[in-house]
Structures are given as C-alpha cells and as structure tokens.
C-alpha cells in the first residue's frame, strides 16, 4: 500500500462534514463572504489533523524514505524528481528579505514551493510527506510576519484556525489545493475572543514557525497572531 500523506486525510472528512454543513452546496456563498447561509451557524467547524489518526492506513513500518517529491498541482500529487531537479528547484534558490524592524511581508508562493520527503513517525504507525524547507525560507523560522489568507476555524474552542491562500470552495481541505497552501494560526491572547466567518478575508500578523517533525500539524504555524479584515 502506498505510503500516505496524514493531513490528506482532512480532504475526505472534511468533505463530509462541509456536506452536512451546506459548505459545498452553497460554496458559491462560503466563497464570496463567509457569510452563513439562511439560519446556519457563521462558522463551519473543521476536522482536527489529531482528530484523524486512526483514518489514515498504517505504513506497516517502512523505514523512511530518501525520495524527494513536488507537488503537482496538474494531477493534485506528489511526484518523485530527480537530484538535477531537486537541485534547481526554487526552494534553493530564491531569495527572502527579512525586514528586521517591521513584520516581514511573506507571499504564498514562496511558502507553497517546497519539497517534500517521506518520514516514517513510529507514534502514528505511519510514513507522511514531510515538508524539506529550503535554506532562504529557513530564515522565516521564528521571525515576525504579515501574510494575507482566507481564514478556517478547526477547533474554535480551543482557538485554532487556520489561514488558506485560497477562498474555501478551493482550498486544501475542501479542494484540491497543496497541502502547503494553509497555515495553522494560533490567535494572540488581545484577539483570543473575536470570531470571524468561514472565509473572512483577513491580513494577519504574528511569529512564523516552520514545522519540520509535527505529524498532527499544518507546515506552517503562526503564533501570537493579531489580524485585520481585509475588503
């Protein structure tokens, strides 16, 4: 059996619970506004990545694996590339300048053109697509950023949400997007209480970790994040 990435079990699952939530049946809604529908709550809760452990089939214990992989977003896959490839990817090469005195402003392009690597974690029974970071975006670690996105709750009351580079009806869990198009966002103490619609359109601030080895975790993490409604 092929050896699957954890999170995409959120596709599945998700779909599901959209479903029953009118999110694809009224998409063009979700979409536009984030506005609920009718009489429906204005937010559509997501699944929890840890909530799904027992979803995804086990590796059988594989040890891990030295291919590297790219996301294809013609056939919404991993596919192996070469050592040439890999080494003229554009996650070598480019160039990040970080903003020592204000927010870094970080494009989603740049967070998206990463590679990836099958990593056994013995805890899930399972190997996952581990995200291979390049070096300039390793400089991101822990520095403070601005990014725009669509936000998502995924567990409202414990206050995690996450930031998609796509509005809902396209995004990573309810489309086909790279699962390095969202962002986990973990909401400072001053914002802590505001709610936002499924979809709202925000400008978010906050310190930016690069997940290297959380198997229940998006690739990204924005920590401390305060935000801004966008138009």
């Not at 070598?92 to 870094?104: F, G, K, Q, W």
């Amino acid at each position: 059996m092929r050896p699957s990435f954890y999170l995409s079990g959120l596709l599945f699952s998700v779909l599901f619970g959209l479903l029953l939530s009118s999110c694809l049946g009224d998409s063009q809604k979700a979409m536009n506004g984030g506005a609920a529908a009718e009489q429906q709550s204005d937010s559509i809760r997501l699944t929890n990545p840890s909530e799904l452990a027992g979803n995804t089939p086990s590796s059988g214990g594989q040890p891990e694996d030295s291919t590297i992989y790219k996301w294809d977003d013609q056939i919404f896959d991993w596919v192996e590339i070469g050592e040439l490839e890999r080494l003229n990817h554009p996650s070598n090469n480019l160039t990040i300048d970080i903003d020592v005195n204000n927010p870094t402003e970080v494009r989603w392009e740049v967070l998206m053109n990463i590679l990836y690597q099958l990593k056994y974690y013995s805890e899930l029974d399972l190997s996952i697509f581990a995200p291979v970071f390049g070096p300039n975006l390793e400089r991101l670690d822990g520095q403070t950023v601005v990014i725009d996105g669509y936000i998502l709750p995924i567990d409202e009351e414990q206050g995690i949400w996450a930031l998609s580079a796509f509005p809902v009806a396209s995004c990573f869990f309810c489309g086909q997007a790279s699962p390095s198009s969202v962002i986990s966002i973990y909401f400072s103490e001053n914002q802590g209480r505001t709610r936002y619609a499924t979809g709202d359109r925000l400008s978010l601030t906050g310190t930016l970790t690069l997940n290297h080895d959380d198997p229940v975790e998006l690739y990204y993490i924005l920590k401390e994040a305060e935000g801004r409604l966008l138009q």
